[in-house]
């Protein structure tokens, strides 16, 4: 016997399930679990270049890090300048002492005989045995202002004027031979040097009284010493 539908009440009709309104799996996002390998790459890589993201493992250094290699680097300078600084300065100090030296005496000697001819004239003058003392005591302090101003200036006197760097050795060798015995240094600057260097070696004093300046002062100073001597 089939069922009295007529008998059924009105409250049956909703426990009658009705068609579901939610939208079909079709139209859902997908979840995480359905996403192939392809899509894990590309959503790992959207965040990876969000904004948020400035700390990247390929350029990112701590400051720890940072602070080793700069303490390394200056105790690396310190050490290789405190290293290096004795045997260099040892090596220029014996390079250019003979003929530095050389040199140094040559002023001194110089000086030494102006200062000389002041004392004698200054006593010529004091005693009233010459008229023209005063004139020669007037001329000597002019050379010896002049002398001071020039010879006596360490700055004109090893400038590059009169002086030339070998740059194969870092040598300072005299640029005043140029032109004499043959040798030029602007035309071959490795010969210049070598013969120079061999002069040095062998008579450093010869070398040193060719300087221009010291060589200039030698014959004023002659002169005067024989204008004074010979009234």
Same mark, same amino acid.
């Given at each position: 016997m089939l069922p009295d =539908? %007529? %008998? %059924?009440s009105p409250d049956s009709v909703t426990d009658q399930k009705l068609p579901s309104t939610s939208p079909s799996p079709a139209s859902s996002p997908p979840s995480h679990a359905s996403l192939t390998d392809d899509d894990d790459d590309l959503a790992y890589d959207g965040l990876d270049a969000s904004p948020d993201s400035t700390i990247r493992p390929s350029t990112f250094v701590s400051p720890d890090i940072q602070r080793l290699r700069r303490d390394h680097s200056q105790q690396g300078y310190l050490e290789g300048v405190t290293s290096g600084k004795p045997s260099s300065v040892q090596k220029g100090f014996d390079d250019g002492y003979p003929l530095g030296s050389e040199i140094g005496l040559c002023v @001194?000697? *110089? *000086? @030494?005989i102006l200062q000389g001819l002041r004392g004698f004239v200054s006593s010529q003058a004091a005693s009233g045995t010459s008229k023209s003392t005063d004139n +020669?005591?007037?001329k000597v302090? =002019?050379? +010896?202002r002049h002398l001071r101003a020039e010879l006596m200036d360490l700055p004109v006197l090893f400038g590059d004027k009169y002086w030339a760097v070998n740059k194969a050795t870092g040598e300072v060798l005299p640029r005043w031979i140029s032109g004499s015995n043959g040798l030029s240094i602007e035309r071959d600057e490795n010969a210049y040097f070598e013969a120079v260097r061999e002069m040095v070696e062998r008579d450093p004093g010869v070398v040193a009284r060719s300087h221009p300046l010291v060589q200039s002062w030698i014959l004023r100073i002659e002169e005067l010493r024989d204008s004074i001597l010979s009234t």
């Open positions: =539908r %007529s %008998s %059924s @001194g000697r *110089i *000086i @030494g +020669e005591l007037a302090e =002019r050379v +010896e």
